[in-house]
């Protein structure tokens, strides 16, 4: 039913052909077409109706530009009505030919009066023309509606072609600072650093990924980051859903924030700690990341994977997510919630 009803919006002629099986019913109806027993006044019906819509398609190629076109409504006006009154003389010129005379339409004497036969005109305009506009603005609608939805999406793919690198930089930090303090671990951390670049290839060019998936490479690189750090670092990770396999999330979208509370976190000798908390309840993602604020950092910080990332977040879930940042002097405090969408099936 719904693939009917699709092909019906989307498709010209399925919408031609309602319009015109729904103004023919009225038209029928209107005029009693269930006391007519002979094909003579079937046809002769059929006639009847085709002038009415060749009247109404003549105003809608003719002078329906004029009113959308050209901007210009009083002139529409104008010659529709002019248009209405001529083919509404035709009609009334019609009935007085001796073939109308046998037929069993149009017997009384008001359906062969000139005010019937106007009225009978602007009717049928107005039953053709309404769906033809209502599904001419549909399509409008539509095309502006693909064309937002593509330009977002080129947006999104624009912000991951820039954060991948970015977030390929930070990760190869990381494994350097490692190498140099336990240099017999630098092979394993190696095939470590593997599975998060090949989680990031194969996730680039999809929407949406299961979010198990996005969760597990996130764990790696936290796991990632406590072999570095957690000899001097308090690193707390925790992570419940409610559902298994039963969300999606668009991919690489929370790792900036975990990546900036490990890069600014961790940057001092002392005291430092990072928390890390996400939950999934009905739904609805909740992400809290907790980190300590160095007195005095060095750490160089262009915010690129932050900004990009809220930038996505703002593109791809609209109003459906909340992101409050509290920066104290002590610490950095992220706190989002995103209603994610159902569905275990990766989307290209």
């Not at 809608?60 to 009083?74: A, D, V, Y």
């Not at 149009?106 to 000139?114: D, P």
Request: aromatic content about 14%; hydrophobic content about 45%.
């Amino acid at each position: 039913m719904n693939k009917i009803i699709n092909d019906l919006m989307d498709n010209k002629w399925w919408q031609e052909f309602a319009v015109v099986a729904f103004s023919f019913t009225i038209y029928t109806l209107k005029n009693d077409w269930m006391f007519i027993s002979s094909l003579g006044s079937i046809m002769l019906g059929v006639l009847f109706y085709i002038i009415l819509y060749v009247h109404a398609q003549f105003n809608r190629f003719i002078f329906l530009p004029i009113l959308f076109k050209k901007h210009k409504p009083l002139i529409y006006i104008f010659l529709t009505i002019i248009g209405i009154f001529i083919f509404s003389v035709l009609l009334n010129k019609l009935m007085t030919l001796n073939m109308f005379s046998q037929c069993q339409l149009y017997q009384n004497s008001h359906q062969r009066s000139f005010s019937f036969q106007f009225a009978s005109v602007s009717g049928t305009l107005v039953c053709i023309l309404s769906p033809i506009i209502v599904f001419k603005f549909y399509r409008i609608y539509k095309e502006q509606t693909d064309k937002i939805i593509l330009y977002n999406q080129m947006q999104v793919n624009s912000l991951r072609t820039q954060l991948n690198p970015h977030f390929l930089f930070n990760t190869f930090n990381t494994l350097y600072g490692i190498s140099l303090q336990f240099p017999e671990r630098t092979s394993d951390l190696i095939m470590k650093v593997s599975h998060l670049m090949r989680y990031q290839t194969e996730s680039t060019n999809k929407q949406f990924v299961c979010l198990e998936n996005e969760l597990d490479f996130i764990n790696s690189y936290v796991q990632l980051e406590k072999e570095r750090v957690a000899m001097r670092c308090d690193i707390a990770y925790n992570c419940e859903i409610d559902k298994a396999n039963a969300y999606k999330i668009s991919p690489m979208l929370l790792i900036a924030f975990i990546e900036n509370a490990f890069k600014h976190g961790t940057c001092a000798i002392e005291k430092c700690f990072v928390h890390i908390n996400i939950s999934v309840k009905s739904g609805l993602l909740h992400l809290n990341v907790v980190n300590s604020v160095p007195k005095e950092s060095k750490v160089v910080s262009t915010n690129i994977g932050l900004k990009n990332t809220i930038a996505r977040l703002k593109l791809t879930y609209g109003e459906d997510y909340t992101l409050n940042i509290k920066n104290d002097p002590k610490t950095y405090n992220v706190d989002l919630k995103i209603q994610l969408k159902m569905g275990k099936n990766e989307g290209s």
